[in-house]
């Protein structure tokens, strides 16, 4: 089982090194390739060891097949050439954080309508409103809101150079199929403050939070840094401060990681347990250890979409669910297996965070404190336990951050 959602995951990385989608004709050969699940298991280890083979790399072929139509889908909602820079009407949600600098505001908007005859359907686009001159910045787009714009579009286009962001794969990965800027004329109009969809009421309640932080902290230096930790918005931190944070490697700590999901989570669990058994009829119908985990998984899985859902989160929020689902079955927890199914399930949902310093950095850390920590006959004392999950996760990520 384990082989296979590994070999699964490994097919998704290939299929993201690629620079160009393959053909579809390979896809014959998965019915061939299938035939090995019809084998028996052999008690002779090198026929065994082939039929496993076989198995792995079937897994690693779906992997590849997930990731290349899940790629094909995505490039097909990008804008067509010929609507480059073209008054496009749209009507949709701001559906994440917009952030304001000195000549304007940013902002990922989810397409519900396009109003204009002819265009393909559109779903999500980075916009940008432009100040007016000689006026004082205002922020007028707020996170939840449902507008209808003018717009003008381009394809997603950014310069690659060696070792510097590369903005079309970071688009590509975020779903979003078009960047462009905001028509004053005819004027944007707000339909509805308020929209219903879940992720322009999420959006609204990460912006809520992060004006309560900039109000309560004003202009202190770690105000950016308290907002990237409790909402995920490193946006937010100044230029500079983060240039620092990447100079000494300890950039990847200002994410929400697993340390705070498990500590929400935990603290949930915890809480509501403690009252489950001073609750006697309840506690008959449900055990209290059981309702503790299942606060614990509701408070992690709200903790990780306030969080903006980022792939430390989610990797923390699936390897919980998986470990509650051992306890509740009375099963022994497995660790590994719970990072391996959190691994299997994230490129599931997205195959495209393999493209991201984060996920390599989050599940190299887990990995490493699981190898030196869990499978042990003799337990260590506190401090050598400390000392050897430390040295374990710095040398884990050494290369990684070097890169």
């Known amino acids: 089982m384990q082989v296979a959602l590994i070999a699964f995951c490994l097919g998704v990385w290939l299929l993201q090194q690629q620079t160009a989608l393959p053909s579809a004709n390979w896809l014959g050969l998965l019915p061939l390739m299938a035939s090995v699940l019809l084998l028996p298991r052999y008690s002779r280890p090198v026929p065994e060891t082939l039929r496993r083979g076989g198995i792995a790399l079937l897994c690693a072929a779906l992997g590849f097949a997930w990731a290349a139509w899940r790629a094909d889908l995505r490039l097909a909602e990008q804008l067509p050439g010929h609507w480059q820079g073209v008054d496009v009407d749209v009507v949709g949600v701001v559906s994440d954080l917009p952030h304001a600098n000195a000549r304007g505001e940013r902002f990922v908007f989810d397409v519900e309508r396009v109003l204009t005859p002819g265009l393909p359907g559109l779903r999500r686009v980075q916009l940008v409103r432009y100040w007016p001159r000689d006026v004082t910045p205002q922020p007028t787009i707020h996170a939840g809101e449902r507008w209808r714009l003018v717009v003008r579009l381009k ?18 990965e975020q779903g979003i199929a078009a960047s462009g800027y905001v028509r004053e004329s005819p004027a944007p109009r707000r339909i509805d403050p308020h929209a219903s969809t879940l992720g322009g009421r999420v959006a609204a309640l990460r912006e809520a939070i992060r004006k309560r932080i900039s109000a309560a902290l004003g202009e202190a230096p770690y105000a950016g840094v308290i907002a990237a930790l409790v909402i995920g918005d490193q946006r937010s931190i100044p230029h500079e401060q983060w240039r620092a944070f990447t100079r000494t490697g300890v950039n990847h700590l200002l994410s929400i990681s697993g340390l ?20 006697p009829r309840r506690a008959e119908r449900l055990p209290a250890r059981q309702a503790g985990l299942v606060a614990a998984v509701l408070a992690a899985f709200g903790y990780a979409l306030l969080a903006g859902f980022q792939v430390p989160a989610q990797r923390t929020l699936f390897m919980l ?17 719970a990072l391996i199914v959190a691994l299997f399930v994230v490129l599931l949902i997205d195959p495209w965070a393999v493209l991201s310093a984060g996920f390599w950095l989050s599940f190299g850390a887990i990995a490493a404190i699981l190898w030196v920590s869990f499978g042990r006959i003799a337990l260590p004392t506190r401090l050598r336990g400390w000392v050897t999950v430390q040295g374990a996760v710095t040398l884990a990520l050494t290369p990684v951050l070097f890169l």
Do not use: K, Q
């Not at 394809?155 to 590509?172: K, S």
């Open 155 to 172: 394809i997603p286009y950014g310069t690659h150079n060696p070792h510097g962001f590369d903005l079309e794969a970071w688009m590509l």
């Open 321 to 337: 669910i998986v470990l509650a689902l051992a306890l509740w079955g009375r099963r022994e927890p497995r660790p590994f297996t």
């Open 260 to 279: 705070h999901v498990t500590m929400i989570a935990a603290l949930a669990g915890w809480l509501v347990a403690s009252i489950w058994r001073r609750l």
